[in-house]
């Protein structure tokens, strides 16, 4: 059930990064969620991901993700302007309209005007005659063409080099200036409550095995620990699988990472092929 249910994850995954023309191996993969780094090891390996990052507050990451938000408006039109040299004065006024109503709504929420950061401006792009549609930032609106079919040679792994290109909706968002985040409280040196390591027995690849436990407190921050390990935090519950390590690093957060010289398991789709992305 446990590997259905990595299986599973891992193919979520796929369907956001892999068919977007992104490779996951090229990226940290974050557990979120009190279950999450239970089957982060799993999923990584699946992914040929070698890092993983926990975050301590992984448990309650939409409660603190609240507390931390920032005020944002988003606003939209729709528009149909063929690409030139001139678009750019072309759409700035409908942009300045735009964002002046976004304003407007940030100060009646209670936002200074001093406290509003530069607008973020982005636009829908796409072939002429298509419907198909990529988001492309519009600063700077020079090299918008190139950043169109860059992005469209990812995700496509083709483009039309004569055809001409139209702008059909364009998008702006304020946000309200980012609070200070709030730090977070980081053990630097062992309890002495929880010196000692117990052992626990867990089912692992349809065995069961005895295994270490510490308790996040216990750590301290570099030291390294090699798995098969479990850590018990507040809000989680960390599985660092063998030929795993975890290491606790300065913001709190927990680095898990593929020990070297061990193979991951590689999967038979990681490579990112324009007639399989169609498919």
């Keep these: 059930f446990v590997q259905i249910a990595n299986a599973n994850m891992a193919a979520a995954i796929k369907k956001i990064s892999i068919a977007k023309g992104y490779d996951p191996a090229q990226y940290v993969l ?42 944002q408006r988003v606003g939209q039109r ?24 976004l304003r ?4 009646q929420e209670g936002v200074s005007a001093d406290a509003i950061a530069a607008p973020i401006r982005n636009l829908d792009v796409c072939y002429a005659g298509q419907a198909t549609l990529l988001t492309i930032a519009a600063d700077p609106i020079e090299g918008l063409r190139e950043r169109f079919e860059a992005l469209h040679l990812q995700l496509y792994g083709y483009t039309h080099g004569n055809r001409e290109i139209e702008i059909r909706v364009i998008r702006s968002e304020l946000r309200a200036l980012e609070p200070a985040p709030h730090p977070i409280a980081v053990t630097t040196k062992a309890a002495l ?87």
């Design 104 to 107: 407007q709504s940030l100060l």
């Design 30 to 71: 974050t557990s979120f969620g009190g279950a999450a780094a239970q089957h982060a090891c799993g999923v990584a390996e699946i992914l040929s991901i070698r890092r993983i990052l926990c975050s301590p507050l992984a448990g309650v990451l939409s409660a603190q993700g609240i507390s931390v938000a920032r005020i």
């Design 193 to 279: 409550r929880t010196t000692s390591i117990d052992e626990r027995v867990m089912l692992l690849g349809g065995a069961s095995r005895s295994f270490p436990w510490r308790l996040r407190d216990s750590l301290q921050v570099s030291e390294r620990i090699l798995g098969p390990v479990i850590i018990v935090e507040d809000f989680s519950t960390i599985v660092v699988d063998p030929g795993w390590n975890a290491v606790m690093i300065e913001s709190g957060d927990i680095v898990l990472t593929r020990a070297a010289g061990e193979t991951l398991a590689q999967s038979s789709d990681a490579a990112v092929d324009p007639i399989r992305l169609e498919l």
């Design 78 to 101: 729709g528009v149909r302007v063929g690409w030139s040299a001139t678009v750019g004065r072309e759409l700035e006024p409908v942009f300045v309209q735009l964002e002046d109503g």
